[in-house]
């Protein structure tokens, strides 16, 4: 069994991923909207994005 603090660092850990995704998912359809390839687009995003 985890400890509470195992299972909130996964949490945390988990979430953090699922923004960062949520973010590139975003950028990639942005960019295709205004025809950058996402590569270039993630390629020059915010190394912040994503961080809590």
Known sequence: MMSTQDQAR???SRHQYTVKNREQSALSRMAAEI??????????????AGMS
């Open 10 to 12: 996964a949490l945390a």
């Open 35 to 48: 025809g950058v390839s996402s590569e270039t687009a993630v390629r020059n995003q915010p190394r912040s």
